[in-house]
């Protein structure tokens, strides 16, 4: 009898699984329809709304059919570099902005064009690291602890470079972080600068959650690095716009030739990024007062959601660094292993099947962040609520207003649910 053709596929990426985002939101909704009760707090997706202004800009240029540059559309990307220079005091070429289907595929563009060694901090988002084991580039992880935030110390970073100083590497910097909710303050990012400067490191400066900082002061690290550092971001966390899929790359004039090599696969690849999307994506970063506003409104809700999670968890028990911006939480239950133990969980991954099972709360584990699986951390994406209602009901003009618990109740249900069900259980186990 003969065998199929594809019985022995020879695969470059063998063994690589779905991205454990896409995976927990495509089982909860699996869940969802077999009728029971989840609490998705899996995928990291904006709860609110595209701003108004920036939807009739879309409805406005629908008709919008032709193909675009590469790069991106110029006016967008001279949006981009405007945004920069009046939030950040960046001076960019238009020039040097890459537009792409989210910082994404962004992301993996980089890793792909630049041949160095990958180095993030553990942990770090999910997808990284897969993005260079398909490459088939070198992967450094920083050891991490909650005195620094989960994030990277300029000792740690000094520590992975000094035995190969010349050796190429990309350093990506995310903050606020995914999944830990912190960031960096202006001394760390100085202290950091320059390691990857006396190592003429590539910094990657995701800051793709910049926009909701709690304090609304974001400070990029290219302030302190600006000749080596490519700054991210896009429109799917601040903007309330995922499903859209646009990001956008920053070069420096010193790394012109990168940007172009990457434009270069883009032409091969994507091609260019849906028309009438950049021209929306032309309003959003041009900002105004209604943007503020909406962007005022959407701190004060994850500022008071966030701050009751981070409290809870630690009356409950559980070790947490203190969030900063974005939508996550990673507490870290080492406190409770022994009770936890009791009940027949010894990891993260366990833990992560026992809450979904006694408590309807979806979340991830820490090993899809980098790590170890036996360690019993995990990440919560505080986002299960309606987004409009919560950002119609913030007070107007109460400069910062901070979401009470009163609020919380009301309008971020059931996120509050899953925060008080995941709270009670550690207490009751």
């Known amino acids: 009898m003969s065998r199929a053709p594809h019985a022995h596929l020879n695969l470059n990426v063998r063994g690589l699984k779905p991205s454990a985002t896409i995976a927990i939101n495509d089982r909860s909704r699996a869940l969802q329809a077999e009728g029971r009760t989840v609490i998705r707090l899996g995928l990291g997706q904006s709860p609110f709304p595209v701003p108004d202004s920036v939807v009739a800009a879309l409805r406005e240029h629908a ?53 160095g060694d990958l180095v993030i901090p553990a942990p770090s988002w999910v997808s990284y690291a897969p993005q260079a084991r398909i490459l ?22 000094d520590a992975a470079c000094r035995d190969d100083p010349e050796r190429g ?48 002061e974001h400070e990029s690290i290219a302030r302190h690095y600006p000749e080596g550092t490519i700054v991210s971001g896009g429109l799917s966390k601040w903007c309330g716009a995922g499903g859209w899929r646009i990001g956008a790359f920053a070069f420096p004039e010193g790394l012109a ?35 503020d506003d909406y962007l005022a409104r959407s ?25 900063r911006g974005g939508f996550y939480l990673f507490p870290d239950f080492e406190a409770c292993r022994a ?13 992560c099947e026992r809450l979904l099972e006694d408590t309807g709360v979806a979340c991830l584990p820490g090993s899809e962040f980098g790590m ?18 919560a950002l ?24 509050v649910r899953g925060i008080d069900a995941v709270s009670q259980w550690l207490e009751a186990n």
Not at 380 to 387: E, P, R, S, T
């Open 372 to 389: 170890a699986p036996e360690r019993l951390m995990l990440r919560l994406a505080l986002v299960d609520f309606d987004g409009a209602a």
């Open 257 to 291: 030739r990168l940007a172009d090599n990457m434009a270069a696969v883009a032409s091969e690849t994507f091609t260019s990024v849906s028309a009438p999307i950049q021209h929306a994506a032309v309003r959003a970063y041009q900002g105004g007062p209604d943007i």
């Open 299 to 323: 701190r004060a809700v994850l500022a008071g959601l966030l701050g009751y999670g981070y409290r809870a968890l630690l009356q409950a028990g559980a070790e947490v660094c203190e969030p």
């Open 63 to 115: 008709h919008e059919k032709d193909y675009l540059p590469a790069k991106g559309l110029p006016a967008l990307r001279q949006a981009v570099a405007d945004y920069l220079a009046r939030s950040q005091e960046l001076s960019y070429s238009p020039d040097n902005v890459l537009i792409g289907p989210g910082s994404k595929e962004l992301l993996f563009l980089v890793q792909l064009t630049y041949y």
């Open 339 to 351: 009770q936890l133990a009791a009940a027949g969980i010894t990891d993260a991954a366990a833990l």
């Open 169 to 216: 590497r990309l350093l990506i910097l995310n903050y606020p972080g995914n999944p830990t909710g912190t960031s960096y303050g202006s001394g760390q990012l100085q202290e950091i600068a320059e390691v990857a400067r006396r190592y003429r490191i590539l910094v990657l400066a995701d800051e793709i959650y910049g926009e909701l900082t709690f304090s609304g």
């Open 136 to 157: 088939g580039r070198q992967l450094t992880w920083l050891p991490t602890d909650p005195t620094s935030g989960l994030g990277v110390t300029p000792e740690r970073l």
């Open 392 to 415: 119609a009901n913030v007070p107007a003009g109460r400069t910062g207003y901070q979401a009470d618990v009163g609020f919380l109740r009301r309008y971020c249900e059931p996120t």
